[in-house]
Every structure is written in C-alpha cells, then in structure tokens.
C-alpha cells in the first residue's frame, strides 16, 4: 500500500496549496508565497506528513518547463518592439547589476577563496535573483490605474525582456557547469542551440499557422503545443548542454506570434499546470526548505542578500531609465516596479540545486528573499504615487 503514498501527498499538496494561496491573496500577496508556506508546514520542517520522493521531482519538472512554456507563449514581440531600446537597456542593467550584487553578497559569506567552483556557486546566486516577477508590479498598477501608462509598458516590456536574458544567462552558466568541458566547447553547443531553434522555430511557427486556419480550437492543437514544448526542453538538455527550460521558453516564443492559437493554447495548457503541476513544484520547493538549519550566518546572509535583491534592481533598472532620458520620478518607479521576484527566481533556484551549485542549506535564505521582494514592490509602489491623484477606472489588462 506504501507504493500509494503518493496519491496521498498530490491530494494534499493540492489541498493546502490552494487554501494557503487564498489566504495569501486576501492579504494581498502573491498565492506563490502560499503555495511555499503550504510546502514548508507539510515537510520535514512543519508537521513532517511529506517528504522529498522522485514522483514529486519528476512533477515539479513538468510543472517548471510548463511555465517557462507559458512565459514564452505569453511573450508579446509587439509591445517590446514598441518600448525598444529603453527596454532593453533596463533589462540589461536590471540583470547584470543583481548578478553582481547579489553573487557578491554569496561570495562574501562563503567563499574563503577565488576558485571555479566558488564564481559558478556566486554567479547561479545573482542568477537566481536576475529575474523579474511582473505579475505582482501589473497587479499593483492596475489597481491603481497606472497599468496603461507609458512606465507601464515599459516595465511590462522590460520584465520580458530581462527574463529572456535571465534565461540566456542560466543557459551559459549550465553549460559551463562542468570544469572538465572546455569553455569554446560549451560557447559552440549554445550559438548551435540557438541556431537550431531559430531552424526549427521558422518551420513549426508555419506548421502551426497552417494548423491555426485547419483546426481552430481542437484540442489537438494544445496537445501538439504542449508536445513540441517538451520535444524542446529535451533537445536542449540533451543534445546543447542547455537548461531544459530554456528550451520550453523558446518553444513558447516561437508560438506567441499566433494570436488565436496563443490564446487558445495557453487557455488550455494554464488549466492543466494550476491544476496539478504548479502547486507541486511550488510545495516541492517548500519541503526542500529546511528552517531548522538556519544558523545566524545564514539569518545574517539572507537579511543582506534582501537588500542587495532589492536595491540592486533599484541602482540598476533605475539608472538605466535616466539614461534613456526618463524622469526621476518615472526612473524610480521603474526601478522598485522591477524589484518583485516569484516564479523564475525559484525556477533558477531548482536548476542550481540540480546542478550542484546551490547548496539547500541557503535555500531558506531563498526563499526568505523572494517572499520579502513580493511583500515590499507593492508597498514601495504605492508610495511612489502618493499625492498623484487616482484614476477612479482601472484598466484592466
């Protein structure tokens, strides 16, 4: 009966995922943060019901490469091309400047000295915090009717924009994961990736389109969807040395130009990952953290790596907009509208886990981090606008 347990905890975590992730919103956080609670109280570390077990990995997998697939299909090339250049340069600052931050706060408090393994472990850290969570920003904007507005579309494009890169990075960094593999190697698998994925995406996204027109709103069309985002992550885990995600991201990019299949798509497939596969891998992050082995340099460590997650998307996407001109006012809001982390910072984090880079003893401090980034964007948010006068009609998105 023992080879049932895990009918037991898939009910469970799905259970306390979603009753926790109603609590969190009616407090006005993100269900994510809930869906960690629910994972740390059912562990070893709460009441101790679940545990760690190969089907929770393989779900929580699934759940992963499911929602980069949907990021990638979500992905609007339209808006982008419309905010541009300074997008793109808050993107950029907005990655690189918490990568040194924030790898730095890790190499501060761990490294004893400048060895390969010590930068890998420093840079996967800044990695894991590179990433923007926009959902909470578009959230906070909308409420307050500032969504459709030109700081609007820029975080919104920016947000894209620096998880493509964020992406791009984890990509290079898992290729050189491996000491043994020579750097111009790993740099020649990734440009081939990058390459085969432009081949393929140009011959699926006209299969698709044909398919669009042939089989509008069958379900085969999400089945084949889902089937070539997997055929994706596999091909880049397998045969480039990429991060199976970033080939579910791309996968999902090819397709978001299809306006009636994206939709219809992402419809289908959102059903299926918040259903199951979500919740899971959330919950599995959350029985990987271990609050009991908080030492007070791992407290001290993550006290300081909040700061570094906050004030270096701040410094960074905050200058970059001065320097594409915007006021300070607007470059403000843009900075602390970038702040918030959810989603791809736990991905990130799982893939270091995976690959040996980032030890579960700092993922409480994590964890800590990314809840403390989706606690204070919305507060700091809101102050930025005090005194502005409220549109009494907030769009929605």
């Not at 969190?24 to 019901?49: D, K, M, T």
């Not at 790596?305 to 403000?332: E, P, T």
Request: charged content about 15%.
């Amino acid at each position: 009966m023992e080879s049932y347990h895990f009918l037991l905890a898939l009910a469970l975590i799905l259970l306390f995922t979603k009753i926790f992730g109603i609590a969190s919103s009616h407090v006005h956080l993100p269900q994510v943060v809930g869906a960690l609670a629910a994972g740390i109280l059912l562990g070893p570390c709460g009441i101790g019901i679940l545990h760690e077990s190969d089907f929770l990995t393989r779900t929580a997998e699934i759940g992963v490469i499911l929602l980069m697939f949907i990021a990638g299909i979500d992905t609007d090339l339209k808006e982008l091309k419309h905010t541009g250049p300074t997008a793109c340069l808050i993107a950029v600052l907005g990655v690189f400047v918490p990568i040194i931050f924030c790898g730095g706060a890790y190499f501060l408090f761990f490294a004893d000295k400048v060895s390969f393994l010590n930068v890998m472990k420093a840079l996967f850290i800044g990695v894991v915090f590179a990433a923007t969570s926009v959902s909470i920003t578009v959230e906070t904007l909308n409420e307050m009717g500032k969504l459709k507005t030109p700081v609007g579309a820029t975080l919104l494009s920016a947000a894209i924009i620096d998880d493509i890169i964020g992406v791009v990075v984890l990509s290079i960094l898992t290729g050189f994961g491996d000491a043994s593999v020579k750097p111009v190697l790993v740099v020649a698998k990734i440009l081939l990736f990058f390459l085969f994925a432009l081949v393929v995406g140009l011959l699926i996204y006209q299969l698709f389109k044909r398919m669009e027109v042939s089989f509008a709103h069958h379900r085969r069309l999400a089945v084949w969807a889902v089937a070539f985002c997997f055929l994706m992550a596999y091909c880049a885990e397998r045969f480039f040395g990429v991060a199976d995600i970033t080939g579910a991201f791309f996968a999902g990019v090819i397709l978001c130009n299809l306006t009636d299949l994206r939709k219809y798509v992402a419809k289908k497939v959102t059903v299926a990952l918040y259903l199951i596969f979500s919740p899971v891998f959330f919950a599995n992050i959350g029985l990987k953290t271990d609050l009991s082995g908080m030492t007070g340099s791992i407290v001290l460590f993550a006290v300081v790596l909040a700061v570094m997650a906050v004030v270096s998307k701040i410094i960074g996407c905050g200058v970059a907009a001065r320097i594409c001109r915007m006021n300070r006012h607007d470059s403000l809001t843009v900075g602390i509208g970038m702040v918030a982390r959810g989603e791809v910072a736990l991905m990130v984090a799982q893939k270091g886990i995976n690959a040996g880079y980032i030890d579960t003893a700092i993922l409480p401090a994590i964890v800590l981090c990314v809840i403390v980034a989706a606690l204070i964007t919305p507060v700091l948010l809101k102050l930025c606008y005090v005194g502005e006068k409220k549109n009494p009609k907030p769009q929605k998105d």
